[in-house]
């Protein structure tokens, strides 16, 4: 019996795998991204694998997939649910037929996401079971367990990942294939699948009904609920998920009642666990989702005044929340390491800092957008002033003209060319159509670079091959009814300040076009390199521009470290004494 030391988010994968599924889609977002990058990595592996635009067109392909008769898996991170909402949200009342698992990773303590929401409230939301495992093992089981489900009761279903369970590793015993019974196909059904308001009122009390008999699924599922008695029922704890690891380390021998099942909630189980323990606690991240509901059944239970709301869990929170009330519940914790400081900063040779630059110093109100180039925000650049979600920057920028008029100051959107693939395109659309004189500038390094460099429609790659069709942008822009496109070389300070300065001049709205590759896929050797003179006289003007290749040296001039430069150019321009020279690699 051969045992693997995997990720949460490789088991996932792997469970994909023993269920025999055959259409895989996602939009990278960390935590989720690996799932999908380790099934395309499986060159021979018959599973179709795809990088779609944006979560809701992936949870739309893997949505006809699974109508189909296949099984279909749909992956992104927590506030991607957010966006695959609208499609989510009917599927529930057509149903599936194949299986069709929406794999949610969520990011409590906001590792790498703008908020930590709480993705158990959209299974309640949209009346569709979860499940949640609590490290790699569970993560490869449930997958066939969710398949499964979701074709028994004709359902999506999620299965919620959290950042901890995603990236920790553990070992995993490989499992067996589960496949699917149902015959592939499409079965024409309009009455059930062509969602018109007649035939929604029909299926509203259809999927209230599967409702119920989730719930008694619930009751009769002991691979994912099931109660741990323990030495030591003084105390009982309800718990899932991360948390369940958590709680096993602090109390070895207390009574536990771990939910696999995230919802709906097995009660009976429930009010019989709380029958044969003295105290109850539910011990579970963010929301008190599970608290508030079995608070509603009426049982007396503790959670919350005890537990933090906000951030992720550790040992030492839930041995702290045990022995006592904790001072401050609902603040973020402190972190239990002291790690070394290390500020995020854009790459050395980022070919976004020179469009930073220049903003920062025309000093423009900037409207940002998700992205690694979201770092533009950080000193010394300082060049954004807003930042919400995926393709907002340019809605912002057009809400600011509008609500201001005349007395707006001058602004910019910025985005980069995957969000602009993702959720750009209709803003921008509405601001052509509503004559609106928004300058976009559109950040094209040609990859979803923040999350490792995934393919989209505009980089003319696909999950698993070349030969995308690829989008120009220009031609893009101009068909949703934009005239003023500048493209400009971000390397190039001149170039761009010349094309802000002169698209915010144009009374219409305007797009900027900054094209260079993410220095991290560039690997031409280059022909020069530069090194500061003598004639530097330690300004800090090229400073400005937060290349960690920059530096201070003991006698106050710049130094440039050989081993960080990308030999970029942007220092050199930025010098204003001439100071930073290139030179040939032979000199």
């Known amino acids: 019996m051969k045992y693997r030391l995997l990720t949460g988010n490789e088991a996932i994968a792997s469970g994909a795998h023993n269920s025999g599924v055959k259409v895989v889609v996602g939009y990278p977002g960390t935590p989720s991204t690996e799932i999908i990058e380790h099934i395309r990595a499986e060159r021979d592996s018959d599973i179709y694998a795809e990088w779609a635009p944006n979560e809701k067109v992936a949870l739309e392909v893997a949505v006809g997939a699974a109508l189909s008769g296949v099984r279909s898996m749909a992956a992104m991170k927590h506030v991607g649910v957010n966006v695959a909402a609208d499609p989510l949200m009917t599927a529930t009342y057509t149903g599936v037929r194949g299986g069709l698992v929406i794999v949610t990773a969520d990011d409590p303590g906001m590792h790498s996401s703008q908020n930590e929401q709480d993705n158990r409230n959209y299974a309640r939301f949209a009346r569709v079971p979860m499940l949640e495992p609590s490290d790699s093992q569970e993560c490869q089981d449930m997958m066939p367990q969710a398949f499964e489900i979701s074709e028994k009761f004709d359902t999506p279903v999620f299965l919620r990942s959290t950042t901890r369970v995603s990236h920790s590793k553990s070992l995993v015993h490989p499992g067996e294939s589960v496949p699917s019974d149902v015959a592939p196909g499409f079965d024409r059904n309009p009455q059930k699948l062509v969602m018109i308001p007649v035939h929604a009122r029909g299926r509203h009390p259809q999927v209230q009904r599967r409702l119920q008999e989730l719930r008694q699924f619930a009751e ?102 045990l022995q006592g009330t904790t001072d401050e519940p609902n603040s973020a914790p402190d972190s239990e390491e002291q790690l070394p400081v290390r500020p ?100 094209d390094n040609d990859a979803t670079a923040m999350t490792g460099h995934q393919a989209h429609p505009g980089s003319g790659l696909r999950a698993r091959e070349t030969g995308g069709r690829r989008v120009d942008f220009e031609q893009l822009v101009r068909g949703l009814g934009v005239q003023d496109v500048h ?101």
């Open 220 to 321: 009769e599922a002991e691979d994912l609920n099931r109660i741990e008695w323990g030495s030591d029922q003084s105390v009982g704890i309800i718990t899932g998920g991360i948390a369940y690891q958590y709680v096993r380390e602090v109390c070895p021998e207390a009574a536990v009642l771990k939910l696999g099942l995230s919802y709906p909630l097995p009660l009976q189980m429930i009010g019989e666990f709380a029958a044969g323990v003295d105290e109850l606690y539910v011990v579970e991240e963010l929301d008190p989702f599970w608290e508030m509901e079995i608070r509603a059944a009426g049982f007396d239970v503790q959670g919350k005044e005890r537990f933090p709301v906000v951030g992720e869990l550790s040992p030492t929170l839930v041995r702290t929340g």
């Open 344 to 443: 995020p900063i854009l790459c050395p040779g980022c070919p976004h800092r020179g469009v930073f630059a220049v903003l920062s110093e025309l000093g423009l109100v900037v409207k940002g957008d998700i992205g690694c180039y979201s770092l533009g925000v950080m000193p010394p650049l300082s060049a954004m002033d807003t930042l919400t979600c995926m393709g907002a920057s340019m809605g912002q920028a057009m809400g600011m003209e509008k609500a201001l008029g005349d007395r707006a100051p001058d602004s910019v959107a910025v985005i980069g060319d995957s969000t602009f693939m993702h959720s750009g395109m209709t803003a921008l659309a509405d601001i052509v159509y509503n004559n609106g004189h928004v300058t976009t500038i559109i950040l």
């Open 487 to 587: 493209r400009v070389d971000p390397y190039d300070l001149q170039q761009v300040k010349d094309a802000v300065q002169a698209a915010l001049e144009t009374d219409a709205a305007s797009v900027i076009i900054a094209e260079r590759p993410c220095v991290l896929l560039d690997r031409t050797p280059p022909e020069h390199h530069y090194s500061v003179g003598d004639d530097c006289t330690g300004c800090g003007l090229c400073l400005h521009l937060g290349c960690p290749a920059l530096s201070y040296t003991d006698g106050g001039t710049v130094r440039i470290d050989p081993v960080l430069c990308t030999h970029c150019g942007l220092c050199a321009q930025a010098c204003s004494f001439d100071a930073i020279e290139r030179r040939s690699e032979s000199q």
